[in-house]
Protein backbone atom coordinates (compact mmCIF):
# COMPACT_ATOMS: atom_id res chain seq x y z
CA UNK A 1 0.00 0.00 0.00
CA UNK A 2 2.72 2.51 0.69
CA UNK A 3 4.48 1.56 -2.90
CA UNK A 4 1.04 2.44 -4.49
CA UNK A 5 0.47 5.49 -2.67
CA UNK A 6 3.92 6.36 -3.29
CA UNK A 7 3.62 5.50 -6.93
CA UNK A 8 0.88 7.70 -6.89
CA UNK A 9 1.22 10.54 -4.70
CA UNK A 10 -1.37 10.04 -2.78
CA UNK A 11 -1.45 8.71 1.17
CA UNK A 12 -1.93 5.32 2.21
CA UNK A 13 -5.26 6.16 4.14
CA UNK A 14 -6.62 7.33 0.64
CA UNK A 15 -5.24 3.48 -0.76
CA UNK A 16 -6.93 1.99 2.15
CA UNK A 17 -10.31 3.58 1.72
CA UNK A 18 -10.25 2.62 -1.93
CA UNK A 19 -9.93 -0.30 -0.96
CA UNK A 20 -12.28 -0.61 1.10
CA UNK A 21 -14.97 0.99 -1.57
CA UNK A 22 -14.70 4.17 0.51
CA UNK A 23 -17.73 6.88 -0.88
CA UNK A 24 -15.28 9.70 -0.32
CA UNK A 25 -13.26 9.13 -2.68
CA UNK A 26 -12.98 10.36 -6.14
CA UNK A 27 -13.73 8.58 -9.36
CA UNK A 28 -10.46 9.40 -10.85
CA UNK A 29 -8.82 8.94 -8.14
CA UNK A 30 -10.75 5.45 -7.50
CA UNK A 31 -9.86 4.45 -11.14
CA UNK A 32 -6.09 5.09 -10.78
CA UNK A 33 -5.57 3.38 -7.84
CA UNK A 34 -7.69 0.21 -9.13
CA UNK A 35 -5.50 0.19 -12.30
CA UNK A 36 -1.95 0.13 -10.16
CA UNK A 37 -3.48 -2.96 -7.50
CA UNK A 38 -4.64 -4.57 -10.64
CA UNK A 39 -0.59 -4.14 -12.30
CA UNK A 40 0.86 -5.60 -9.39
CA UNK A 41 -1.85 -7.47 -8.42
CA UNK A 42 -1.92 -6.77 -5.07
CA UNK A 43 -4.68 -8.25 -3.08
CA UNK A 44 -5.15 -6.60 0.91
CA UNK A 45 -4.01 -8.88 3.59
CA UNK A 46 -7.52 -8.93 5.67
CA UNK A 47 -5.73 -10.43 8.15
CA UNK A 48 -3.32 -8.25 9.24
CA UNK A 49 -5.95 -5.14 8.83
CA UNK A 50 -7.93 -6.97 11.42
CA UNK A 51 -4.78 -6.59 13.77
CA UNK A 52 -4.69 -2.96 13.48
CA UNK A 53 -8.26 -1.85 13.17
CA UNK A 54 -10.01 -4.17 15.53
CA UNK A 55 -12.12 -5.31 12.63
CA UNK A 56 -12.39 -7.72 10.33
CA UNK A 57 -15.69 -6.01 7.90
CA UNK A 58 -17.17 -9.11 7.45
CA UNK A 59 -20.84 -9.50 8.59
CA UNK A 60 -22.29 -13.22 9.45
CA UNK A 61 -26.25 -14.46 8.19
CA UNK A 62 -27.72 -17.36 9.54
CA UNK A 63 -30.60 -18.36 8.06
CA UNK A 64 -33.16 -21.27 8.13
CA UNK A 65 -32.23 -22.60 4.40
CA UNK A 66 -29.80 -21.38 1.85
CA UNK A 67 -32.52 -22.30 -1.15
CA UNK A 68 -35.44 -20.68 0.22
CA UNK A 69 -36.31 -17.32 -2.24
CA UNK A 70 -37.32 -15.45 0.73
CA UNK A 71 -33.81 -15.57 2.43
CA UNK A 72 -31.88 -15.61 -0.93
CA UNK A 73 -33.66 -12.28 -1.39
CA UNK A 74 -32.68 -10.90 2.04
CA UNK A 75 -28.71 -11.65 1.16
CA UNK A 76 -28.60 -10.59 -1.97
CA UNK A 77 -30.07 -6.77 -0.82
CA UNK A 78 -28.10 -6.88 2.49
CA UNK A 79 -24.71 -7.68 1.01
CA UNK A 80 -25.15 -4.97 -1.90
CA UNK A 81 -25.63 -2.51 1.18
CA UNK A 82 -22.73 -3.85 2.99
CA UNK A 83 -20.30 -4.24 0.00
CA UNK A 84 -20.60 -0.52 -0.84
CA UNK A 85 -19.68 0.82 2.63
CA UNK A 86 -16.50 -1.87 2.70
CA UNK A 87 -17.99 -4.82 4.29
CA UNK A 88 -18.45 -8.56 2.96
CA UNK A 89 -20.84 -11.04 4.55
CA UNK A 90 -20.57 -14.86 5.25
CA UNK A 91 -23.77 -16.38 4.77
CA UNK A 92 -24.51 -20.10 6.79
CA UNK A 93 -27.82 -22.56 6.93
CA UNK A 94 -29.46 -23.85 10.00
CA UNK A 95 -31.88 -26.64 8.26
CA UNK A 96 -34.34 -25.25 10.75
CA UNK A 97 -32.30 -27.03 13.47
CA UNK A 98 -31.67 -25.32 16.46
CA UNK A 99 -28.98 -26.94 17.32
CA UNK A 100 -27.29 -26.86 13.83
CA UNK A 101 -27.76 -22.87 14.68
CA UNK A 102 -25.59 -22.53 17.73
CA UNK A 103 -23.01 -24.73 16.11
CA UNK A 104 -23.15 -22.31 12.76
CA UNK A 105 -23.13 -19.02 15.11
CA UNK A 106 -20.09 -20.42 17.23
CA UNK A 107 -18.03 -21.13 14.26
CA UNK A 108 -18.65 -17.37 13.17
CA UNK A 109 -18.24 -15.85 16.41
CA UNK A 110 -14.75 -17.64 16.48
CA UNK A 111 -13.75 -16.02 13.08
CA UNK A 112 -14.01 -12.78 15.16
CA UNK A 113 -17.12 -10.96 13.22
CA UNK A 114 -17.93 -7.39 13.26
CA UNK A 115 -21.77 -8.21 13.30
CA UNK A 116 -24.02 -11.10 13.04
CA UNK A 117 -27.83 -11.61 11.85
CA UNK A 118 -29.87 -14.06 12.16
CA UNK A 119 -33.37 -15.64 11.34
CA UNK A 120 -33.46 -17.71 14.08
CA UNK A 121 -35.31 -21.34 14.38
CA UNK A 122 -34.49 -21.24 18.48
CA UNK A 123 -37.35 -20.76 20.74
CA UNK A 124 -35.64 -19.64 23.64
CA UNK A 125 -32.95 -16.84 24.13
CA UNK A 126 -29.89 -18.53 26.24
CA UNK A 127 -27.65 -18.00 22.98
CA UNK A 128 -28.55 -14.27 22.65
CA UNK A 129 -28.31 -13.56 26.23
CA UNK A 130 -24.77 -14.97 25.79
CA UNK A 131 -23.60 -13.10 22.49
CA UNK A 132 -24.74 -9.88 24.51
CA UNK A 133 -22.82 -10.79 27.56
CA UNK A 134 -19.82 -11.01 25.22
CA UNK A 135 -20.50 -7.87 23.42
CA UNK A 136 -20.88 -9.05 20.25
CA UNK A 137 -23.39 -7.10 18.52
CA UNK A 138 -26.54 -9.12 16.08
CA UNK A 139 -29.37 -8.17 14.44
CA UNK A 140 -32.55 -10.66 14.28
CA UNK A 141 -34.36 -11.45 11.21
CA UNK A 142 -38.15 -12.59 10.23
CA UNK A 143 -38.43 -13.99 13.67
CA UNK A 144 -38.82 -12.16 16.77
CA UNK A 145 -37.73 -14.25 20.19
CA UNK A 146 -40.29 -13.53 23.43
CA UNK A 147 -38.59 -12.22 26.26
CA UNK A 148 -35.46 -10.74 24.01
CA UNK A 149 -35.25 -7.00 23.08
CA UNK A 150 -33.24 -6.94 20.49
CA UNK A 151 -32.58 -5.10 17.21
CA UNK A 152 -35.07 -6.87 14.64
CA UNK A 153 -36.15 -6.39 11.10
CA UNK A 154 -39.41 -8.36 9.78
CA UNK A 155 -42.65 -7.45 8.58
CA UNK A 156 -45.64 -6.88 10.29
CA UNK A 157 -47.03 -10.67 10.46
CA UNK A 158 -50.67 -10.02 11.99
CA UNK A 159 -50.74 -7.91 8.83
CA UNK A 160 -50.46 -10.03 6.93
CA UNK A 161 -52.64 -12.67 8.17
CA UNK A 162 -55.79 -10.42 7.92
CA UNK A 163 -54.52 -9.05 4.62
CA UNK A 164 -54.60 -12.25 3.11
CA UNK A 165 -58.20 -13.53 4.90
CA UNK A 166 -59.88 -10.73 3.87
CA UNK A 167 -58.87 -10.73 1.00
CA UNK A 168 -60.56 -14.38 0.35
CA UNK A 169 -63.21 -13.27 2.38
CA UNK A 170 -63.94 -10.59 -0.30
CA UNK A 171 -63.86 -12.59 -3.23
CA UNK A 172 -66.50 -14.69 -1.63
CA UNK A 173 -64.57 -17.78 0.32
CA UNK A 174 -66.88 -19.33 2.66
CA UNK A 175 -64.58 -22.02 3.60
CA UNK A 176 -61.47 -20.68 4.62
CA UNK A 177 -58.35 -22.51 5.46
CA UNK A 178 -55.04 -21.86 6.52
CA UNK A 179 -51.37 -23.61 6.68
CA UNK A 180 -49.82 -22.32 9.00
CA UNK A 181 -45.74 -22.79 10.89
CA UNK A 182 -44.29 -23.67 13.59
CA UNK A 183 -44.44 -21.63 16.96
CA UNK A 184 -42.13 -18.70 15.59
CA UNK A 185 -42.93 -15.41 15.77
CA UNK A 186 -44.21 -15.28 12.15
CA UNK A 187 -46.45 -18.36 12.18
CA UNK A 188 -47.94 -17.16 15.49
CA UNK A 189 -48.92 -14.01 14.36
CA UNK A 190 -49.86 -14.71 11.06
CA UNK A 191 -52.43 -17.40 12.52
CA UNK A 192 -53.45 -14.45 14.72
CA UNK A 193 -54.45 -12.61 11.72
CA UNK A 194 -56.29 -15.15 9.98
CA UNK A 195 -58.55 -15.94 12.69
CA UNK A 196 -59.09 -12.14 13.80
CA UNK A 197 -59.95 -11.77 10.42
CA UNK A 198 -62.45 -14.50 9.99
CA UNK A 199 -63.92 -13.36 13.67
CA UNK A 200 -64.52 -9.89 11.90
CA UNK A 201 -66.15 -11.08 9.53
CA UNK A 202 -68.36 -13.21 11.70
CA UNK A 203 -67.36 -16.29 10.01
CA UNK A 204 -66.83 -19.53 12.38
CA UNK A 205 -62.72 -20.87 12.98
CA UNK A 206 -63.13 -24.30 12.25
CA UNK A 207 -59.89 -26.29 13.41
CA UNK A 208 -59.84 -28.87 11.46
CA UNK A 209 -59.18 -26.02 8.36
CA UNK A 210 -56.08 -25.19 9.95
CA UNK A 211 -52.65 -27.32 9.00
CA UNK A 212 -49.91 -27.33 11.15
CA UNK A 213 -46.41 -27.75 9.28
CA UNK A 214 -43.33 -28.57 11.21
CA UNK A 215 -40.66 -26.93 9.28
CA UNK A 216 -42.24 -24.88 6.26
CA UNK A 217 -38.53 -23.21 5.12
CA UNK A 218 -37.21 -26.24 4.09
CA UNK A 219 -38.78 -28.48 1.21
CA UNK A 220 -41.51 -26.43 1.35
CA UNK A 221 -43.34 -27.65 -1.65
CA UNK A 222 -43.42 -31.34 -0.33
CA UNK A 223 -44.70 -30.13 2.61
CA UNK A 224 -47.45 -27.72 1.01
CA UNK A 225 -48.47 -30.75 -0.95
CA UNK A 226 -48.97 -32.92 1.65
CA UNK A 227 -50.86 -30.64 3.80
CA UNK A 228 -53.12 -30.14 0.89
CA UNK A 229 -53.97 -33.63 0.87
CA UNK A 230 -55.79 -33.79 4.34
CA UNK A 231 -58.08 -30.72 3.55
CA UNK A 232 -59.08 -32.80 -0.09
CA UNK A 233 -59.86 -34.85 3.19
CA UNK A 234 -62.39 -32.84 4.94
CA UNK A 235 -66.01 -32.43 4.52
CA UNK A 236 -66.95 -29.91 3.61
CA UNK A 237 -64.20 -29.13 1.76
CA UNK A 238 -62.73 -25.32 1.79
CA UNK A 239 -62.57 -23.21 -0.76
CA UNK A 240 -60.03 -20.89 -0.10
CA UNK A 241 -56.65 -21.51 1.47
CA UNK A 242 -53.94 -18.74 2.90
CA UNK A 243 -50.76 -20.32 2.81
CA UNK A 244 -47.93 -18.76 5.48
CA UNK A 245 -45.43 -18.79 2.51
CA UNK A 246 -45.26 -19.10 -0.94
CA UNK A 247 -43.55 -22.11 -1.60
CA UNK A 248 -45.98 -23.98 0.59
CA UNK A 249 -48.55 -22.59 -1.79
CA UNK A 250 -47.23 -23.72 -4.74
CA UNK A 251 -46.77 -27.43 -3.32
CA UNK A 252 -50.79 -26.84 -1.98
CA UNK A 253 -51.78 -25.74 -5.66
CA UNK A 254 -49.92 -28.25 -7.24
CA UNK A 255 -51.48 -31.15 -5.35
CA UNK A 256 -55.16 -29.58 -5.67
CA UNK A 257 -54.46 -29.08 -9.46
CA UNK A 258 -53.12 -32.54 -9.77
CA UNK A 259 -56.44 -33.74 -7.74
CA UNK A 260 -58.61 -32.31 -10.54
CA UNK A 261 -60.13 -28.85 -9.28
CA UNK A 262 -60.16 -25.32 -10.59
CA UNK A 263 -58.07 -22.95 -9.22
CA UNK A 264 -59.47 -20.26 -8.16
CA UNK A 265 -63.00 -21.49 -9.11
CA UNK A 266 -63.48 -24.64 -6.78
CA UNK A 267 -60.17 -23.33 -4.59
CA UNK A 268 -59.06 -20.05 -4.50
CA UNK A 269 -55.36 -19.83 -2.95
CA UNK A 270 -52.83 -17.06 -1.77
CA UNK A 271 -49.23 -17.31 -0.16
CA UNK A 272 -46.73 -15.24 1.31
CA UNK A 273 -43.68 -13.44 -0.16
CA UNK A 274 -43.89 -11.83 -3.69
CA UNK A 275 -41.15 -14.48 -4.55
CA UNK A 276 -40.00 -14.50 -8.31
CA UNK A 277 -41.34 -17.44 -10.05
CA UNK A 278 -44.52 -16.95 -11.00
CA UNK A 279 -44.17 -17.73 -14.38
CA UNK A 280 -43.31 -20.40 -13.95
CA UNK A 281 -46.78 -21.46 -12.39
CA UNK A 282 -49.77 -23.21 -14.03
CA UNK A 283 -52.17 -20.81 -12.14
CA UNK A 284 -49.77 -17.44 -11.57
CA UNK A 285 -49.89 -17.52 -7.46
CA UNK A 286 -51.78 -14.49 -5.54
CA UNK A 287 -49.73 -13.37 -2.70
CA UNK A 288 -48.71 -10.83 0.35
CA UNK A 289 -45.49 -9.23 -0.39
CA UNK A 290 -43.56 -8.86 2.85
CA UNK A 291 -40.69 -6.62 1.13
CA UNK A 292 -37.57 -9.32 1.54
CA UNK A 293 -35.37 -7.25 -0.44
CA UNK A 294 -35.93 -3.87 2.26
CA UNK A 295 -36.49 -6.42 4.83
CA UNK A 296 -32.27 -6.99 3.91
CA UNK A 297 -31.30 -3.09 3.39
CA UNK A 298 -32.83 -2.25 6.96
CA UNK A 299 -30.96 -4.80 8.31
CA UNK A 300 -28.10 -3.65 6.59
CA UNK A 301 -28.29 -0.13 7.28
CA UNK A 302 -28.80 -1.11 11.36
CA UNK A 303 -25.72 -3.34 11.26
CA UNK A 304 -23.49 -0.08 9.83
CA UNK A 305 -24.88 2.20 12.68
CA UNK A 306 -24.11 -0.45 14.76
CA UNK A 307 -20.44 -0.57 13.45
CA UNK A 308 -19.91 2.97 12.84
CA UNK A 309 -21.59 4.15 16.34
CA UNK A 310 -18.60 5.06 19.21
CA UNK A 311 -21.04 4.08 22.28
CA UNK A 312 -23.91 1.47 22.33
CA UNK A 313 -26.88 2.22 20.60
CA UNK A 314 -30.63 1.15 21.87
CA UNK A 315 -32.43 -1.52 20.02
CA UNK A 316 -34.34 -0.82 17.11
CA UNK A 317 -37.36 -2.42 16.04
CA UNK A 318 -38.48 -2.35 12.16
CA UNK A 319 -41.64 -3.82 10.66
CA UNK A 320 -42.91 -3.13 7.50
CA UNK A 321 -46.18 -3.24 5.72
CA UNK A 322 -47.36 -5.94 3.59
CA UNK A 323 -48.87 -5.46 0.32
CA UNK A 324 -51.30 -7.52 -1.17
CA UNK A 325 -50.80 -8.60 -4.77
CA UNK A 326 -53.68 -10.03 -6.54
CA UNK A 327 -52.88 -12.55 -9.79
CA UNK A 328 -55.00 -15.24 -10.68
CA UNK A 329 -55.25 -17.66 -8.19
CA UNK A 330 -57.90 -16.03 -6.24
CA UNK A 331 -59.35 -14.20 -9.56
CA UNK A 332 -62.35 -15.93 -8.89
CA UNK A 333 -65.33 -13.36 -10.06
CA UNK A 334 -62.73 -12.80 -13.49
CA UNK A 335 -62.83 -16.84 -13.84
CA UNK A 336 -66.46 -17.11 -13.72
CA UNK A 337 -67.08 -14.52 -15.97
CA UNK A 338 -64.59 -15.90 -18.31
CA UNK A 339 -66.12 -19.29 -17.54
CA UNK A 340 -69.52 -17.97 -18.12
CA UNK A 341 -68.21 -15.96 -21.73
CA UNK A 342 -67.09 -19.31 -23.41
CA UNK A 343 -70.30 -20.85 -22.14
CA UNK A 344 -71.90 -18.52 -24.18
CA UNK A 345 -69.98 -18.89 -27.14
Known amino acids: ?29 RERVLARVKELDYRPNFAARSLVTGR ?24 DVLRKNG ?21 LLAR ?5 IVASCRSTVELFFRMAKQEMPYVLLDRELPGLSANFVGVDDEAVGMLAT ?25 LQGYKRALTEAGMKIVDDYIIAEPKVDVDSRR ?19 FCINDPLAVGAMTRALDEGL ?3 EDLAIIGCGNLH ?22 AGRITLAIMNSKTPRKSEKVLLEPQLVVRASTQRRAAKHASASRKHR
Open 166 to 190: RHLIEIGCQRIAHIRGPKYSPALHR
Open 1 to 29: MKDIARDLGVSVITISKVLRNHPDIGDET
Open 87 to 107: YYLIVSSSEEDPDLEEQEINQ
Open 277 to 298: YDDALRVPLSTVDQQSRRIGEE
Open 223 to 241: HGAEAMGQLLSRKPRPDGL
Open 56 to 79: SYLVGLVVPDLLHPFFAEIAKSLS
Open 112 to 116: RLDTL
Open 262 to 264: RIP
